[in-house]
């Protein structure tokens, strides 16, 4: 199911996302700072209602079963990462809200596919430049009108909290590449360098975590249409790996040991195989070394054989239904 909701001339889309499973109405964990929380829980199990009136944001029984994953090493193979359990969590929570949020939603038509469909000579977005803007304005205009002078984190976060989600998935960065935090991987082309000015993921994530017991899951893009390092591996039929080297792990790696992410929701993964964006590797790293490695949530969009078969949980299609 979709909404739309304009922010102030700013499209937002929110996607809600319903994972299907048996509800378990107590014992939701604030997962910012979990390991400090867990440790101290475990070195004061005698000490329990004093742990609960600790400012850990522990809601539940605390003699529930510890709804993370143990600690196992991972292989960077499918057969060792498909192995791992889903963290309890994602079951539990079910309703999510999924939030694309980026320079398409200056223009605001058609859908965060504008950039490519233009491109690619659609005719609803070409009729629209051409009706409303000089001939030859670049998508990259469109950035400096990307000014989110509207954005109010704290009112998001409540808004969310008040529609009973219980996690959110934001898009970190869409096929086009642009950025909603401050990436050293994304110079002039994120959020921090123009348009709204702000780290607009951070903001999020402070706000989420300081005022809810939501879940902060990230959407992440690893291909970009136009990038020139993805083309020029693309042009070497992905016989060179530049742009996985030197911008999408990197951001990666960059993304989750920043924001910490309890999802992270991998997409534009179709064009590649896995190998090429060394994403067992990186899961490997994800479930085993990572600041989230316990907790962390991931989808099945890792390459273009990975659809429905590999990873975390299957998201298959767009809008498909488990049938649970
Ligand atoms: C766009 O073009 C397609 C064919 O390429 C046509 O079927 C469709 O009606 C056109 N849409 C509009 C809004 O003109
Ligand atoms: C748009 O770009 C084309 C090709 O570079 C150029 O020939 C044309 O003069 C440009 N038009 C305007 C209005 O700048
Ligand atoms: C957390 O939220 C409260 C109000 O809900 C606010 O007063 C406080 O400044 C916030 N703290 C941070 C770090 O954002
Ligand atoms: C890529 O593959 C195509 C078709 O197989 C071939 O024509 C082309 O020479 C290859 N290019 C490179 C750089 O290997």
Known sequence: MALKMSFNGILVVLLLLVACAEIDSKGSFQTY???ARELYRLNNLDKLNEINSVDFHWKGDPLRKRDYIQPKRYDPTWESLDARPLPAWYDQNKIGIFIH???????????EWFWRQWQNGNNETTRFMESNFKPNTTYQEFAPQFTAEFYDPDQWAQLFKKSGARYIVLTSKHH??????????SFSWNAQDVGPHRNVLGDLAKAIRNQTDLKFGLYHS?????????????QNNL????????????ELYELVNTYEPEIVWSDG???APDDYWQSKEFLAWLYNESPVRETVVTNDRWGHETLCTHGGYYTCADRYNPGL
């Open 33 to 35: 700072n979990y390991e």
């Open 101 to 111: 949020w980026g320079i398409y939603s200056v223009p605001g038509v058609a859908s």
């Open 176 to 185: 086009e590449g642009y950025t909603l935090w401050p990436s050293r991987y």
């Open 222 to 234: 690893l291909y970009e249409w136009f990038n020139p390092l993805w083309v020029h591996d693309t």
């Open 239 to 250: 016989t060179t790996d530049e742009f996985v080297r030197f911008k999408t792990l990197p």
């Open 269 to 271: 993964e179709w064009e």
